[in-house]
């Protein structure tokens, strides 16, 4: 099905062919076009039961329950779950911060450092992949000062191509308005979807939540990959550092080792705030740091919700 | 603060290197582009207070420890508080010791006295400073140069009984370096302060400090001083003694006084034995003394029937604050004729002064006038007269060295005023034209407290304000007024030497005052003369320790034997050790003058003011202590850049590693790096 022969620097065939044996699965009913693998809020034709109804007349006579109007004596309709395709949008976040990569060498050996959008690439890249290798639609927004580029879900392979396009063109550069963006996609995407966003997410936790929540009430099924640089986590430069902020904010002076303890206390206090929000706002979150391999965090997110749906 | 090694201090600046490294290190930032800012602007708001305040005592704790390590390599010495003169080693260091009676003075608590806790305290010091060269100045003679140890047994150091002439001894100094000191001198001082050791109102003071200013060496003073009164203590002395007949027996009739030497407040009237010896005879009075002062007037000691009534004594008191005051050597014996020479021009006037010479003042004395032309002068009996009584021309030639012989063996002299004034002048003094007074005027002032006018041994004043004085001579030359007239004209009147020159300058005849008329103050006048002209002449003859009378008599051809006294002092400083001398045919008492009884301590500042101008610190001396004043302190600038080591690495540990949140740890570098944050 994949029949696209330019070469993807994020696409590494190998880990994809591996993972495409984990489907991707929403965690949430999708409402689909096409059959596909997803489960349905409508009643289908899957062979999967889900519950008696009363007989009302113009149902199909087909359908009923003969068995149970024999011990009974009243009619029934068996009814089954609908299988159907789903739409993954994704969001990546290309503001100018997503240009950071550490100078330190990779703590796993064999894998270079890469800056978070680079790592953003690879996940979108095998999420698209592996969404459209089953059939759903994939689209894409970058997400900058507001939104760059945009392709709405389709599900043709000439469209993920499209959107592998959008993937390789993206660069990182501006502010951030992320909050503003998701609540514009929330509005401008009707139809229900997995929305996976990826992004550094450095902006203020409260900010987010609003737009989580608003993703949630239009029915979306939200995950969430958050890159962190280690260098952004350690904080241990050794020399006094004049910091150029990435997102054009201004330059800051500090003398690392002095404020390292200030640093890290703010950072946890950023991260712990930010995962009660993923928790009340029921966004599937995953925290990654881009010096692991990309395919452990694609096959940790899909072995996940597979998981999850067995359990339903 | 003084060190050793000053040149050591030349490496202070390097106290800056912290801060230097600091600034290098600000300087070597690096440059990264970052996306977290968000986290940098609320750590930089974290900064708290403390955390710079943190900061600069980290600072400030390593540039301590630079100063530590710099001022110990410089061995600095502890001369305390107050000593904040600095300098280093001195290549030259003179000791002056006061060792006056007042130095003998100790602390109830303490066994040393003030001079043997100063003498041990400067061995100390100076051992410690190791000085190239270290020089003691005794009393009389050359600098002696001894080791510092030795000051502790020095004989030349010893206890005496004169005061010490601190200016003098500073004027030996300066000679000596001047002479021969090529490089630092330290001039060490160790005294009580007492006014009549110091003698600050002499004007020496000032012409010296200049003479120390200037001197291409640099000097340095150091003061020991032991300020502190003795408490309790009481000084006895013999104001007065003399031999007088009952029949065929001898009686010692002596006047005692015992002094308060420190009085604070309102005195507790105590009551003390007086014990006299004489010839091994012991007798013991006992006086109350309610007030500063107490006095056992014409107390008399029977002497026995024997042909000669030269002898001495001793009188003690029980042990006190200060051993040195508490006893006095005394020596009597008949007195000498009582012969005076009078020279006179007119006869009138020759015949007062022979009337008032010629009457002796008590039955037991032997008194005579000579009547001496002025052309027979050289045929007077000049080795039997104890005074001259001179009406006339000073004297001049041949008459002049006579006078002059007379006047060095102690001799006193009274010039009169002659009716027709010459030229001529002796002794510094001449006479120039006569000024009548009318109306006649009264003396106005007098010294009452001292020479030929003062007040009586009971107290009462001589009625010198009764004179009346119609006529006055002028007198030239430089002289100490003993009684003034209204205006400041001199009556009577002294050279300021002390040689024994007097004058008067109006004449006893009725027509020039009343002097003969009232009588007493002349008689008084005369009668004093003689008997200072007396002293040299006695027998017996008392002494104060340290006075030109008693160097000049112990330095003469008789040679001075011990009778009474303390052991181990030097026969060559008889004249300054209290005892009892038998000096050729006489017997001489020396003991510690008045002024040691009476003089007060002077104040710091007054002493800190001799030395204005100059390096100078002062350093309170421990009676007891044996301690040196000066003792190196490298130790304690060690410990306290180990302590600044310490306080700095325990500021500079992480803080992470004492905080109570965990997810802070995670970020370390060197902890847990990234699981945690990602779980």
């Not at chain 1, 550094?200 to 949630?216: C, I, K, R, T, V």
């Not at chain 2, 502890?78 to 000791?95: C, E, F, K, M, Q």
């Not at chain 2, 005879?281 to 000691?301: F, N, P, S, Y």
Request: proline content about 7%; charged content about 20%; overall charge negative.
């Amino acid at each position: 099905m994949f029949s696209d022969r330019q070469p993807r620097s994020f696409l590494d065939p190998a880990a994809l062919a591996r993972l495409a044996g984990v489907p991707l699965v929403a965690r949430r009913p999708m409402v689909g076009s096409v059959s596909g693998r997803h489960a349905s809020p409508h009643r289908g034709s899957s062979v999967e039961f889900a519950e008696y109804r009363k007989y009302v007349p113009g149902d199909d006579l087909r359908r009923l329950d003969w068995r149970a109007f024999g011990r009974s004596d009243r009619f029934y309709v068996k009814e089954y779950e609908a299988d159907t395709n789903l739409r993954l949008m994704l969001v990546l976040d290309t503001s100018g911060s997503m240009a950071y990569h550490s100078i330190k060498p990779a703590a796993v050996p064999g894998v270079q450092p890469l800056s978070k959008l680079d790592y953003a690439r690879r996940i979108c890249g095998g999420l698209g992949y592996l969404a459209s290798q089953q059939g759903d639609a994939v689209g894409i927004t970058c997400a900058a000062g507001g939104i760059v580029r945009s392709l709405p879900a389709r599900r043709s392979p000439a469209h993920l191509r499209l959107v592998f396009d959008v993937l390789d063109e993206a660069a990182p550069a501006g502010p951030t308005r992320l909050p503003d963006v998701l609540h514009e996609l929330a509005e401008t995407t009707r139809q229900r979807a997995l929305v996976v966003i990826v992004s550094d997410l450095f902006m203020p936790p409260e900010d987010l939540a609003s737009a989580f929540g608003h993703l949630q009430f239009r029915r979306h099924d939200v995950a969430v990959f958050q890159l962190l640089d280690p260098q952004e986590l350690a904080f241990d430069f050794q020399r006094p550092t004049r910091f150029l902020d990435l997102e054009g904010g201004g330059t800051i002076f500090a003398d690392p080792i002095e404020i390292a303890d200030r640093y890290h206390q703010a950072v946890a206090a950023y991260l712990e705030q930010l995962r009660g929000i993923m928790l009340e706002t029921g966004v599937d979150y995953h925290r990654v740091a881009t010096d692991g391999p990309a395919e452990q965090v694609l096959a940790r997110f899909l072995v996940g919700r597979a998981a999850g749906r067995s359990l339903r | 603060m003084t060190f050793l090694q000053p040149w050591v201090l030349a490496a202070l600046p390097l106290v800056a290197l912290p801060l230097i490294i600091h600034l290098i290190n600000q300087r070597r930032f690096q440059t990264v582009q970052w996306g977290g800012m968000m986290f940098l602007v609320a750590a930089k708001a974290l900064s708290s207070g403390y955390s710079r305040l943190r900061h600069w005592l980290i600072m400030l704790l390593r540039m301590l420890a630079v100063a530590g390590v710099i001022l110990a390599v410089g061995r600095p010495l502890s001369r305390g508080w107050l000593a904040l003169a600095g300098g280093g080693r001195p290549d030259t260091a003179i000791v002056i010791l006061d060792t006056s009676p007042s130095m003998q003075a100790r602390d109830p608590n303490v066994a040393d006295s003030k001079l043997a806790s100063g003498r041990r305290q400067l061995a100390q010091s100076l051992a410690t400073l190791a000085p190239a060269h270290c020089l003691f100045l005794p009393a009389t003679g050359r600098p002696l140069e001894i080791e510092p140890e030795e000051l502790i047994d020095l004989p030349a150091a010893a206890p005496t009984a004169a005061p010490t002439a601190i200016a003098d001894r500073l004027q030996t100094a300066y000679d000596f370096i001047r002479e021969n000191a090529a490089g630092t001198a330290e001039i060490w001082i160790c005294s009580d302060g007492r006014a009549n050791d110091w003698a600050i109102d002499t004007g020496g003071w000032a012409g010296m400090r200049d003479a120390f200013a200037k001197l291409p060496q640099q000097v340095r003073f150091q003061l020991v001083a032991f300020p502190a009164p003795a408490v309790g203590n009481l000084a006895v002395r013999v104001t007065d003694q003399r031999v007088q007949r009952r029949g065929e027996a001898r009686e010692l009739v002596v006047r005692v006084q015992v002094t308060r030497t420190d009085v604070q407040g309102t005195p507790e009237p105590v009551t003390i034995p007086l014990k006299f010896e004489i010839d091994g005879v012991v007798t013991v009075v006992d006086l109350a003394v309610t007030g500063r002062e107490a006095v056992l007037a014409d107390h008399v000691l029977p002497l026995g029937r024997g042909a000669e009534a030269r002898g001495h004594g001793r009188i003690s008191i029980p042990a006190d604050a200060n051993p040195a005051d508490n006893e006095f050597y005394f020596v009597f014996d008949d007195p000498p004729p009582r012969v005076t020479l009078v020279v006179a021009d007119d006869d009138g006037v020759g015949r007062l002064l022979e009337l008032a010479a010629s009457i002796p003042p008590s039955k037991d004395f032997e008194s005579r006038a000579d009547r001496v032309p002025r052309g027979a002068l050289a045929t007077a009996a000049w080795d039997e007269a104890a005074a001259v009584l001179w009406q006339g021309p000073l004297p001049s030639g041949r008459e002049a060295e006579l006078v002059g012989a007379f006047l060095a063996r102690g001799g006193q002299v009274i010039f009169f005023p002659p009716e027709h004034p010459v030229a001529e002048s002796f002794a510094g003094i001449s006479w120039r034209t006569w000024v009548s007074h009318e109306p006649a005027l009264a003396p106005e002032q007098w010294r009452t407290d001292q020479d030929i006018l003062a007040n009586t041994l009971a107290g009462g004043a001589l009625p010198l304000g009764e004179l009346m004085i119609r006529r006055t001579c002028e007198l030239a030359g430089e002289v100490v007024p003993l009684a003034s007239l209204p205006g400041g004209v001199p009556l009577f009147a002294r050279t300021p030497t002390g040689t024994g020159v007097y004058c008067c300058t109006t004449l006893p005849t009725s027509r020039d005052s009343s002097l003969a008329g009232e009588g007493i103050v002349f008689y008084a006048m005369v009668q004093r003369a003689i008997d200072r002209g007396l002293t040299p002449l006695a027998g017996a003859r008392q002494l104060d320790a340290g006075s030109a009378a008693a160097v000049q008599a112990q330095g003469g051809t008789a040679a001075w034997t011990r009778l009474v006294g303390p052991d181990g002092a030097l026969s060559s400083d008889a004249g300054f050790v209290s005892g009892v001398y038998a000096a050729g045919g006489r017997l001489v008492a020396v003991n510690r003058p008045l002024a040691e009884d009476t003089a007060p301590v002077l104040s710091d500042e007054r002493i800190d003011a001799l030395f204005r101008g100059l390096s100078y610190a002062r350093i309170s001396g421990e009676p007891g202590s044996g301690e040196s004043v000066v003792q190196e302190i490298w130790r304690a600038f060690l410990i306290a850049m180990l302590v600044a080591l310490v306080a700095e690495g325990i500021l500079s540990l992480p803080r992470s590693q004492s905080a109570s949140d965990g997810r802070s740890r995670s970020f370390a570098p060197g902890g847990r790096p990234l699981e945690e944050a990602l779980a």
